[in-house]
Nanobody
């Protein structure tokens, strides 16, 4: 089992920045993907950004150029630097890890962007 602990959410004005962090512990060998998803009220959970163990990344079109995902393999951590935040970025952000095809999720951290 993999346990994930997120931090860094909060309330920010439009145009501001936030940095999310997620640390993995437990049976953490051979983690393939680490990433972030978000869920806005009344909407489905969606992929925000994902990074492989080799550093390849992909982003949702809505966040390209504003968000940057990074990973520290030595510390089993993944980060999401969010800039130029918009009200539509509001939601609960979940850390996700894929290991041997299984998905593990963090508890979620609230990000609220005020206009």
């Amino acid at each position: 089992q993999v346990q994930l602990v997120e931090s860094g959410g909060g309330l920010v004005q439009a145009g501001g920045s936030l940095r999310l962090s997620c640390a993995a512990s437990g049976s953490i060998s051979r983690i393939n993907y680490m990433g972030w998803y978000r869920q806005a009220p009344g909407k489905q959970r969606e992929l925000v950004a994902r990074i492989t163990s080799g550093g390849s990344t992909n982003y949702a079109d809505s966040v390209k150029g504003r968000f940057t995902i990074s990973r520290d393999n030595a510390k089993n951590s993944v980060f999401l630097q969010m800039s130029s935040l918009k009200p539509e970025d509001t939601g609960v952000y979940y850390c996700n890890v894929v290991q041997f095809g299984a998905n593990f999720w963090g508890q979620g951290t609230q990000v609220t962007v005020s206009s």
